[in-house]
């Protein structure tokens, strides 16, 4: 971004112009550069004001800020730049293009004296000009009072397109209330009207279904007299006879299936005992007779396998006494493993150091003093040698 402002004043009008240009992104191409103008009549605000709002907002907040204040105008064309300031300053279409000119010609001392002199001031016509200005002072009087009113009517412009506006505005704000306004009514007579017409719909829908009812009735009570009618009729006919029948073919039906049942039964249970399977009277009494010789067979066998069982549990209940004895006579021995002695002579021992409060080791048995020979420590005793204990007191 690049900036450049002058301000002009005479004591008392002050006037300040201003370009600022942008750049957006790596571009450097003269299509690229975005230009904005500014003229102000205002002091307040000065090229730092500017330039702050720009990095604010862009161009459109300058822009907005130009429609906000009436001594700031903002140009995004140059000609219409250009010819605000011949406006201002009152000169010709070429003075800016002289003063550029000679510009690059002379030594830039003093802006001011270069332009009062090459743009302001036409020095050949001093004279002339005197002259004009003394014949037509009044001219010039009212000719200024011109100028204040139209500078006048000019900045009044905006105020008056602002109160244009404002009347527009006023106008739709009034449009607006008045439907607001109206908004309750209308809604109230739109619900008014589509409930009165759901209202005219369901009473005609309960009209048809009464009448639907109705129909409905008299068609029940016609077919409820056509029913018993044919009713009597067909009890006349032996009809309840007919109903006997039905419920005992029913019964006989379930008594069949029920034979079959036991029928498929006894022909799985006869293959199973190896019988014949034959559906015949003289087979069944056979197999009938068959069948209870086998019964007693059974039974007997049945018995034999029962005492047999018996006696076999009661061996195992002694075998798992002698296994559970054997097994806590090794616990104890495991749990004194310095002596060979029974447990139960080593309860004794226990017991009698207990009686005389001496130690156990004080009490040794006999047989615990006897020495095994080596090569009999990790083999077993004779069977004929058995050493009995013996407590030394």
Known sequence: MSAIAASFGNGNVRLTIAGIFTLEGSSSAAADLDRIWLISRQ??????????????????????????????????NKKAYIAQLRRFFEVGENAFTLLNRAAGLKQLNSIDELFRELVLDDRSAFQRAAEVASEFDDLAAI????????RQRESLLPVEKG???????????????????????????????????????LDRQIELCAQRIE?????????????????DLYLQSGGSSIELLEAQIVMQRNHRESLQRHAQDYVRLTKTIGLDGTLTLEVFVA??????????????????QEGK?????????????????LETSLAQVQARPGSNIPASYQQFRSE????????????????ELVEVQPNRRNGAAPSSVRLAGTACV
Not at 311 to 324: D, I, M, P, Q, T
């Open 287 to 304: 197999n009938h007779s068959q069948a209870g010789q086998l019964k007693l067979q059974g039974e007997a066998a049945l018995a034999e």
């Open 43 to 76: 002091e307040q605000h000065g090229l730092d004001e500017w330039l702050e709002v720009h990095h604010a907002g862009g161009k459109r907040a300058l822009k907005q800020l130009g429609r906000e204040l009436a001594d700031l105008q903002v140009f995004e």
């Open 143 to 150: 000719h200024q009072e011109l100028e204040i009113a139209r």
């Open 163 to 201: 109160w244009q506006s404002r009347g527009e505005y006023r106008q739709q704000q009034k449009v607006q209330l008045d439907l607001i306004a109206m908004l309750p009514v209308c809604y109230a007579l739109r619900a008014h009207q589509l409930w009165g017409e759901r209202v005219t719909y």
């Open 352 to 367: 009698l150091a207990a009686h005389l409060d001496l130690g156990e080791d004080a009490l040794p048995f006999v047989a």
């Open 215 to 231: 129909a409905l009735a008299t068609e029940v009570a016609s077919r409820e007299t056509e029913e018993q009618f044919l009713r």
């Open 309 to 325: 069982a018996f006696s076999l549990g009661a061996n195992v209940a002694a075998s798992e006494k002698a296994v559970s004895d």
